[in-house]
């Protein structure tokens, strides 16, 4: 199974009113720190919760799971559903 060269997408979405940046990286572990993990954290702190500095944490997550791979199949199974997802609320606007 070969690497997949980029992970994000073409286009921002949402999870409820909150906007998720899809912006492309070589490399899941940043994608998934950066746009995932630290939005989350970033909101967090502007409610007042503050679970200690938001770069250590990122950082420790990208070394975390800088050696984990998803699945083709999972891979496949998560790009079906965020495509659905995308169909279903561009056509109910």
Do not use: C
């Amino acid at each position: 199974m070969g690497e997949q060269p980029e992970y994000g997408f073409d286009i921002d979405n949402f999870i409820g009113t909150t906007e998720q940046r899809n912006n492309w990286h070589r490399k899941w572990a940043q994608f998934f720190a950066d746009h995932r993990i630290g939005l989350q954290l970033k909101l967090a702190e502007e409610k007042g919760m503050f679970f200690g500095d938001i770069e250590t944490i990122v950082e420790a997550v990208k070394e975390r799971l800088s050696n984990h791979q998803q699945s083709q199949s999972a891979a496949w199974r998560l790009m079906v559903r965020q495509r659905l997802l995308h169909h279903e609320r561009s056509h109910s606007l």
